[in-house]
Every structure is written in structure tokens, then in C-alpha cells.
């Protein structure tokens, strides 16, 4: 193999690749990525057999070829790359020869013959999704996911799949986080009215997701487009590709959980409520991190409070727009902050119906004052 391609190319694939690589695997190829020449181009390859991603570049290619190396060093060795338009790639013995301006290495690598074939798609892409309202989508609901792999479904991000709009949730049994996307005519596949009739509910991998946004980030206006066939899911977005496992189970239906209607409704500054709630959790007894709220909308007062015998007392009164009944509810400080992290307007709603049900955080149309639902944040309430 001997190539030559633009250090920015170069790069890029090499980002997208080195973080997929198997962390503790017993295969050592699995640390690697694959490097071969592919119709007038070069493919990179990384998988750690639950994901799997390749990127094609463009490259001038002299001599036909294929070899692995350590994802980590090459990694390290392209990022530190300051000098230089081109890359020059030639296999030479067992390792991989670089040079680019005044740097050149000679880095050992592995024959590419067990290194596991990435699975193909056989079918069109059902749909096509904006890069960037993706990714927010991704970092609204990801927050939620639970780690605790007892309960696999919960691992994963929930797509419910409809004719006009796709709903990504997200929970961890403590706190959901739901995100609506609208569906233009254009960007669906006349296919996907199909699948959808026979699987309208798909899981994805948290981690699948997490790599997608950060690929996302390095793009301007990339779209994504997303294919599922044989219990996997196919990405792509601007010559990367993407393949994955979907997580097998029923994910629980979470909608009854989500109140229509509130009756209580508070809107507030983010800024203003998020410090007030970061110095109650300060003073919050035990591990549950437990603040309360107090609403009163005749007297329009909204009180933030927490006491604990070892520590003390505190009291925040914030100027808000109260609506609705009085109400009293202890929340988790840390799941509430999370949920307000997510929020992308100046102002937020908080919504509560009584101290048992879900407390909802929304955002606000900064121009009308409404309330949107698109997107919308649940919090279980602490009962004493």
C-alpha cells in the first residue's frame, strides 16, 4: 500500500475512528484500526464488535493495500501533526510509514486478515435528520440513561417511530427526558411508511449515540442519515458510516407517566433558579439530595428550601410568574439541575400537578411567552 492524502482528511479519519477501538479487549487487532485502499480511496475501520464505524477519504493511491495499527499511537501521532498539506502512507514490512512536511514515523501494525468485517446494509436509508438538531436531541435525553446495565432497555435511547414525528425518550426509572422531532415529507424514504407499520419502536445504544453527536461536532451542516435492518442500525453522515447492535427488549411505556395538563405552572429565569438550587443542595440532608418547593400563586411567592442537622438551613424567594394552585413538593437538587442544563431558553417552566406526581421542566418561547412541548423534562418527586 501507498498513498497520498490531504493531512486534513487524514485527521479527521482518524478521529472518528481511534475512540471506537475496543478499551479491554483480549484481541489485540481489536486496538486497532484498519487502513486499506478502497475504489480510488482510503477506508479507515474500527470496531469494539458492539459499534463499528468507517470513514472513506479521498487519496491518490499508487499501491493497493491493507494493515492495522494501534489506534492510541496513530491517534496521538495525527493529532500532534502542525506541518505539511499531504500525508504520505506506505506499508513497509509489518508497519505503516508517515510522512507529512518535516514529521515521519514507522509505526508497527498487524496483518489485516482477522480483523472483523464491519456488517453491510442491503436496504436504502429510511430517513434523513439535520446534524445539528440531532445532536441537541441527543444531549436533551442521553442525560437520562441509565448505567446500571440489570435493566438493558434502559441503557439505550427509545425512538417511537410515527408518519410525521419521531419521539426520542429516555430514563433511568428516577427522571425521563422526551424530545419530539417533526418529520418533513423529503427527508423520509417511501420505505420507512413500511417498517414503521411492522417495528414502531426501536432501542439504541447510549454509546452509539455519544460517538454520533461528537462526529456530528466536527461537521457544519452534516445530515445524518439512519437505515435499521437485522436487529441493527445504520448512520451515516458525510463519509462516515456508522453501523450498530439494537438493544433487544420492550422499552417501558412511559407516556402514561407524563401528565396532559399541570396545575401549577411557574416561569422563572434558568440562570436565576439554577443558582438558587445549587445553594439549597448545599444544605440538603442525606443522599437523596432532597429540596423543596413551595408555590403559592395568590401570595406570587416561589420558595427553594433545605435543612439538614448537620450542616444547617437555606431559603431562596425568587420573582416569578405564578398560575394555578398552591403546591409543596420535594425534588432530587441534582436530577432537577440536570434536567435544567438541557434547557436552551433564557426562561424555563416548571409544571406541577402535587407533591406525588412528576415534577416537568419545559422551555419557553422567548418571544410569545408560550410554553413548548416539544421537549420535555420529568423529575420523580422525593415522598416524605
Known amino acids: ?27 489485540p487487532i481489536l486496538n486497532n484500526i484498519l487502513f486499506e485502499t ?15 464505524v468507517s470513514v472513506k477519504i479521498g487519496a491518490k493511491i499508487e499501491k493497493e493495500g491493507k494493515i492495522t495499527i494501534p489506534a492510541k499511537l496513530i491517534g496521538n501521532f495525527a493529532n500532534n501533526l502542525t506541518d505539511g498539506e499531504n500525508v504520505v502512507l506506505e506499508m513497509v514490512d509489518q508497519g505503516l510509514k508517515i510522512k507529512s512536511g518535516s514529521s515521519k514515523a514507522v509505526i508497527k501494525g498487524i496483518a489485516a486478515d482477522d480483523f472483523p468485517l464491519l456488517p453491510k446494509k ?20 442521553i442525560i437520562c440513561v441509565a448505567f446500571n446495565e440489570a435493566r438493558q432497555e434502559l441503557t439505550g435511547i427509545n425512538l417511537i417511530l410515527g408518519e410525521k414525528s419521531i419521539f426520542f425518550a429516555a430514563t433511568d426509572s428516577f427522571r425521563l427526558a422526551e424530545d419530539k422531532l417533526e418529520l418533513n415529507i423529503d427527508d423520509v424514504n417511501k420505505d420507512y411508511y413500511d417498517f414503521i407499520r411492522k417495528k ?59 401528565p396532559a395538563e ?25 443522599k437523596t439530595n432532597e429540596v423543596v418547593f413551595k408555590a403559592d400563586a395568590d401570595a406570587k411567592k416561589f420558595t ?31 436530577y432537577f439541575l440536570d434536567g435544567l442544563s438541557t434547557i436552551s431558553t433564557q426562561k424555563t417552566a416548571i409544571l406541577i400537578n402535587s407533591e406525588a406526581t412528576p415534577v416537568a421542566i419545559r422551555e419557553i418561547n ?14 420523580m418527586p422525593i415522598k416524605n
Open 1 to 27: 500500500m501507498k498513498l497520498t492524502c490531504t493531512k486534513e482528511n487524514f485527521k479527521k479519519a482518524v478521529f472518528n475512528c481511534e475512540r471506537m477501538v475496543s478499551k479491554q479487549s483480549t484481541l
Open 122 to 141: 442491503n436496504t436504502d436509508y429510511l430517513l434523513r435528520i439535520p446534524g445539528e438538531r440531532l445532536k441537541s436531541i441527543i444531549s436533551k435525553v
Open 366 to 379: 422567548e418571544k410569545t411567552g408560550e410554553v413548548l412541548k416539544d421537549y420535555t423534562y420529568i423529575v
Open 304 to 334: 427553594i428550601e433545605a435543612k439538614s442537622a448537620e450542616v444547617g438551613e437555606n431559603s431562596s424567594e425568587l420573582a416569578v410568574d405564578i398560575t394555578g394552585e398552591p403546591q409543596r413538593v420535594v425534588v432530587n437538587s441534582k
Open 38 to 52: 478502497e475504489k480510488g480511496g482510503l477506508k479507515l475501520s474500527a470496531t469494539n464488535l458492539e459499534i463499528g
Open 262 to 286: 399541570f396545575k401549577t405552572r411557574i416561569v422563572v429565569d434558568k440562570n436565576q433558579i439554577q443558582g438558587a438550587v445549587k445553594m439549597a443542595s448545599m444544605f440538603s440532608a442525606g
Open 200 to 258: 414502531a419502536s426501536v432501542i439504541i445504544p447510549a454509546n452509539t449515540f455519544l460517538e454520533l453527536a461528537r462526529i456530528i461536532s466536527g461537521e457544519e451542516n452534516g445530515e445524518v442519515r439512519l437505515a435499521i435492518e437485522n436487529e441493527q442500525i445504520f448512520i451515516e453522515v458525510d463519509g462516515t458510516n456508522i453501523v450498530s447492535r439494537l438493544i433487544n427488549g420492550k422499552y417501558p411505556e412511559y407516556k402514561h407517566i407524563m
